[in-house]
């Protein structure tokens, strides 16, 4: 029932402004707007209420905006950014985490991505929140690959490296 109503409900993109979201065009153009939306879905955070959920999220510092999503069971908010969405995102999921609220963290990421109008009577306004620097996010560690070595006598390294010479030397001019 949501799904068919979300067809015909107004949205927009918060992330900044563009001509059109349809892939094939040829217009790219894309105007930042200077916002990250945030997605705290209440189905992802079963222990608190719509009403919980909001208190938490409006006191984060760097929300300017929270309000109710349209389903009424979470709540959206907007944060400020001058770096990129990604890293703005990786920054507010790992702050969420510390916090305690599971976000969506397949928002905030895309310049397209569309944020349905939904209306809440009294929203949480932010006039002045804090920017999210690039130095507060933590870096992630990138997994090691175990990587399997075998063991090559220096008579055949030396093979290996004439026979690659050989090639080189013999290759018509371009193809080297």
Known sequence: RLQNLKRIMPAFTPHGSLSTRASDTLDKSFFASGWVQIDVDGKDNPSCSPVELKERVSAWPFVGYCGYSVSGKGVWALAPTTV?????????????????????????????????????????????????????????????????????????????????????????????
């Open 84 to 176: 990129t969405l990604a890293t703005t995102s990786t920054y507010i999921y790992q702050f969420a985490q510390k916090e305690g609220v599971n976000i969506d963290s397949s928002k905030g990421k895309a310049n397209t991505e569309l944020r349905f109008i939904s209306f809440d009577p009294d929203p949480y306004f932010n006039y002045t929140p804090t920017m999210i620097l690039p130095h507060q996010v933590e870096p992630r560690s990138i997994p090691r690959i175990k990587r399997t070595t075998h063991p090559v006598s220096s008579s055949s390294k030396d093979e290996v490296t004439i026979t690659l010479l050989e090639l080189l030397n013999s290759a018509p001019e371009g193809s080297r």
